[in-house]
């Protein structure tokens, strides 16, 4: 496996879900594999009684550790990311995320929420070892719009933000070439003339 989304909202659909689900389908574009985590799929009790046996439990802590690059998706709820997201990554070893690249993302009511990010988020994930941590997305409600057919739709701002963080992380993270500007030349290629 290469890519791991894990989806940290309560519930679902969710405005959060749909940002990960853009950048999951960003990463398929580019041939990516791709492996999903809902958090809110496993098992309340065992979550919350940190049951490291229990064999959901042992395929989420697997996935996370056989993934190369992960993207994480949360809302924010009173300035800090999800708790079912806490509780999963209380699970996770010191070491869990060490040489992995992680792209976070986040949803809010509005803008005032963004830092959260950057003084919640990102501090646990580099606790966790992660080799780079990408800048983070965050999106308000008003950027990601609910259609008549109960799905949502990203605004076109947004969807710039995702198109930049998604070539990011496919080229820093899973060593892809980039889908713009010039082809990397290898040195053996370079012709000086005088």
């Known amino acids: 496996m290469s890519v791991l989304l894990i989806a940290g909202s309560p519930s679902t659909p ?41 064999p959901a439990i042992v395929n989420a802590i697997a996935k996370v550790a056989e993934a190369r690059v992960v993207v994480v998706a949360t809302p924010v709820y009173k300035a800090a990311y999800s708790g079912v997201l ?74 710039e933000r995702l198109n930049e963080a998604t070539e990011v992380l496919a080229t820093e993270g899973l060593k892809l070439p980039a889908t713009h500007g010039f082809e990397p030349v290898p040195f053996s290629r370079v012709r000086c003339s005088v």
């Open 14 to 54: 969710s405005r959060s879900t749909a940002l990960l689900d853009a950048v999951g389908e960003r990463l398929a574009r580019r041939h990516a594999r791709i492996e999903r985590l809902a958090i809110r799929e496993l098992p309340a009790q065992a979550l919350l009684l940190a049951d490291w046996n229990h």
């Open 86 to 159: 806490k509780v999963f990554l209380d699970l996770l070893s010191q070491n869990a995320l060490k040489g992995k690249t992680v792209l976070p993302l986040a949803t809010g009511g509005s803008p005032h929420h963004m830092l959260a990010l950057d003084y919640a988020l990102r501090p646990v994930l580099q606790s966790l070892a992660a080799r780079h941590i990408l800048p983070g997305v965050y999106a308000s409600e008003s950027q990601i719009a609910l259609t008549p057919e109960n799905a949502y739709q990203v605004h076109p701002d947004l969807a």
